[in-house]
């Protein structure tokens, strides 16, 4: 429990220098306000700000709403401390324990949480704008939706750490540990992206599914009205029974930002890609997004004798789309699928393969 002397003492402190100055006249002493419920009456919603607290014990502590501006707490221990929604901005919190500690909603702008520890600790919703975590034990914390921008983040152990939706404009990320203590080292330069890497190289389910898709995936680029529909459904049954793995977009919604940038995400993936241009609507614009950046094989599909939309000749350049697959009626479609579609495909594939081995050999050739 706190002790009741330095409890007391906080609380003549909130509006004088008698904390401070009693921290002065006593350096050595560790102020202990472990387990102290500062609740309204006492300290929650009080003004700490400039307080010294450095290496005060707060375990367990409730400092809910309180305003805590450029206090110094450095080498504190906040262990399962409750600063729900506590503002803290500009504070010094340079290797502080905050493990397990209620940071949700608490803002800590400009704050040095320098080399601090907040494993299984909460701040989602914080607001960590240009703070200085660099070294900061971020392991198994739970950062959704924080704001981290302009943040320093170098160094900073991540593994286990829930990042989603964070904000991360400017930030510096440099170093981020991925690995749990106890393992060599590994470091990589993307908090959002540190997961799945330690995923990729720890889990053979996740390799073995990548590979998969590299080899398999084929997308398919069509419209869902009800009668295109149909062929699109019937061309992804068919390519199943010839072991790929189909990927059917929708293009029957809006051409947006979004809808390009998931289409260009799927196409890096496919082996190839079938795009139906009868009746195209939205698929101009996506192969606009795809083709004259990705070398990924595009075939085309048309039903009837019909010229395919104006500008898909500018395409022809690319020597990865391939001539335009006629067909009359989908049942001499999925007969000839195999033939006219799977195989120029594939063929497009192993030769595209094969300039690039060359273009590789040619540049690492010793001069």
């Known amino acids: 429990m706190a002790n009741e002397e330095h409890v007391a003492l906080l609380k003549q402190g909130v509006f004088s220098d008698v904390w401070n100055e009693w921290r002065n006249e006593n350096p050595s002493i560790c102020p202990d306000l472990s387990a102290a419920h500062l609740i309204e009456e006492d300290l929650s919603h ?170 398999k995936a084929v997308l398919i680029l069509g419209r869902f009205t009800s009668e295109r529909k149909a062929v699109l459904d019937a061309l992804r049954d068919e390519l199943r029974r010839h072991d790929y793995l189909p990927i059917l977009f929708d293009f029957d919604v809006p051409a947006t930002r979004d809808v390009t940038e998931t289409v260009s995400l799927l196409a890096r993936m496919a082996r190839f890609i079938i795009a139906d241009l009868t009746d195209p609507s939205s698929i101009p614009k996506e192969l606009e997004a795809i083709v004259p950046g990705l070398a990924v094989p595009v075939q085309p599909l048309l039903e009837g004798s019909a010229r395919p939309y104006a500008m898909f000749k500018d395409y022809w350049k690319y020597d990865w789309v391939l001539p335009v697959c006629r067909y009359e009626g989908l049942d001499p479609l999925l007969a000839s699928l195999a033939g006219k579609v799977i195989a120029p495909a594939e063929a497009k594939v192993k030769a595209l393969e094969e300039k690039r081995r060359m273009i590789e050999a040619e540049l690492t050739k010793p001069q």
């Open 46 to 215: 009080a003004n700490l700000r400039g307080a010294n607290l450095c290496g005060a014990v707060l375990k367990a502590a409730r400092l809910s709403y309180a305003d805590l501006r450029s206090v110094d707490l450095s080498e504190a221990n906040l262990d399962d401390a409750e600063l729900f929604g506590a503002d803290l901005s500009g504070a010094n919190l340079s290797g502080a324990d905050l493990r397990g500690a209620n940071l949700f909603g608490v803002t800590l702008t400009g704050a040095n949480l320098r080399g601090a520890s907040l494993e299984f600790a909460n701040f989602s919703r914080a607001d960590f704008c240009g703070a200085d975590l660099s070294g900061a034990n971020l392991r198994t914390t739970n950062a959704v939706e924080t704001n981290l921008a302009k943040a320093n983040l170098t160094g900073c152990w991540v593994y286990g750490v829930s990042a989603w939706g964070l904000k991360l404009d400017g930030a510096k990320q440099q170093n981020l540990v991925i690995t749990p203590e106890g393992e060599p080292e590994i470091t990589v330069d993307d908090i959002e992206v540190a997961q799945f890497i330690y995923l990729l190289l720890h889990n053979q389910k996740i390799r073995r599914a990548i590979d998969t898709i590299a080899s």
